[in-house]
């Protein structure tokens, strides 16, 4: 039987970020992915993922995410790859809205650079958009894209060169730890290790569910959308910059067009509860489409609204939205993190780094209390 200092359940952003930052640590990690790698089911897919700093979902993460933004471009130094995009982040909303509200105050509590967009300049700064009556414009300079299978590409490539195992097709079945070692088993086989970290995505239920009133995860169909632009106003190479829209029948977003020809436009809230992550609807009905076309109608005249491709990948919401990033309360040597909600992504650098603290030393200096599964009971 081999056996390793550290086993991770699951090669999506946050488990291939754990196991680059355990590897880096010198230890030898071992991670069991269930499908292929590059594969598509979970929810570290769809090209494009919004980055910014003005986080106005939770101010307290925001000392993480500035962190997290300087490990990516470490990580693009490292790798010589473009893993950011950029190009500034649009926000528009009521007066009121999480969206202006909450990143201006976010942006005035850190220090972020925000800008106010005065509606004489909103046609020159962002052509090819209707802004809706009423609504407040802000212009976050730090947002950028972040390009999601590059990412875990490159964090898999760097984690194989400091030594990682990655072994693909293997889904874990169970685990068992005693606090100081822990037993993997998948199918075929039983893997030992000091530690573990899981990392399951849309998948984490069944392999928490030994914690007790463990909070409940509600994992999501959503579809990303790509559709013909019909003029230049989007093109990232005319500036254009990502958007994120608070209407009143839904939160949309999307990213400059980076090939002159379609421009992902997607909606963030609602989606189908998904009963078996291993049964996901990949198929497009009507009703998925409605509100993206209704949305593109009144406020991105110059995109058609018959998609010229479309995906579907999975959130997994936890109760406030927020992300659960802990030890487990019966074992010190097995952490997790679930739950990122549809809005994680950005933070797999920083999280990957904060899971491997967890597991190896039990503890993190970064401030994670409010990630914490305390906050539950
Ligand atoms: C449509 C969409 C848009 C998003 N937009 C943004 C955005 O703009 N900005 C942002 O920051 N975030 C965004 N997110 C959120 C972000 O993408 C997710 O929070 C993040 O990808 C979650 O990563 P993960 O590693 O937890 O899950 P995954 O990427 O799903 O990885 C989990 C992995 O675990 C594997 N696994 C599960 N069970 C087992 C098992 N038993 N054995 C072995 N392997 C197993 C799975 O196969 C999978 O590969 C978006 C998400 C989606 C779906």
């Excluded at 982040?89 to 007066?95: E, R, Y």
């Excluded at 990502?242 to 067009?257: A, K, N, S, T, V």
């Excluded at 030890?327 to 010190?332: E, F, G, L, N, T």
């Amino acid at each position: 039987m081999s056996r390793y200092d550290l086993i991770v359940i699951g090669a999506g952003g946050f488990g291939t970020s754990a196991a680059y930052y355990a590897a880096k640590r010198g230890k030898k990690v071992l991670v069991l992915e269930q499908f292929e790698r590059g594969h598509r089911r979970g929810s570290s897919h769809g090209e494009s993922s919004i980055i910014r700093k003005a986080y106005f979902e939770h101010p307290d993460s925001i000392p993480l995410l500035q962190q997290g933004y300087k490990l990516w471009v470490k990580l693009e130094e490292i790798s010589q790859r473009e893993l950011i995009s950029p190009c500034g982040l649009m926000l528009a909303g009521s007066p009121e809205s999480n969206a202006i509200a909450g990143t201006r105050s976010a942006s005035q509590t850190h220090g972020l650079d925000l800008e106010d967009i005065s509606e004489t300049d909103l046609e020159d700064r962002f052509p090819g958009f209707n802004i809706p009556d009423g609504y407040d414009v802000v212009y976050e300079v730090d947002g950028g894209v972040l390009h999601v299978e590059d990412c875990v590409d490159v964090l898999t490539s760097l984690a194989e060169k400091r030594g990682v195992e990655f072994q693909w097709n293997e889904a874990v079945t169970h685990w068992e730890s005693d606090g100081d070692q822990v037993k993997v088993w998948t199918k075929e086989t039983t893997f030992e290790a000091d530690a573990l970290i899981i990392t399951a995505g849309a998948w984490s239920p069944k392999l928490l569910a030994n914690i007790e009133n463990f909070p409940r995860l509600d994992v999501l169909r959503k579809l990303m959308f790509w559709f013909p632009v019909t003029s230049d106003a989007y093109d990232f190479s005319m500036g254009s910059s990502g958007f994120l829209f608070d209407m009143p029948y839904g939160e949309f977003y999307g990213f400059p067009c980076l090939d002159g020809q379609v421009i992902k436009v997607c909606q963030h809230s609602d989606g189908d509860p998904v009963t078996d992550p291993n049964e996901l609807d990949t198929q497009l009905y009507a009703e998925d489409l409605e509100p993206v076309a209704k949305f593109l109608q009144e406020v991105m005249p110059d995109v058609e609204v018959t998609p010229e491709s479309h995906s579907a990948y999975m959130y997994t919401i936890s109760p406030d939205q927020q992300f659960i990033v802990d030890q487990h309360p019966s074992y010190q040597n097995v952490a997790f993190g679930a739950g990122f909600s549809g809005h994680g992504f950005e933070f797999a650098s920083i999280l990957g780094k904060v899971l491997s603290d967890l597991a190896i030393d039990y503890e993190t200096e970064l401030p994670i209390d409010f990630l914490r599964l305390q906050r539950f009971s």
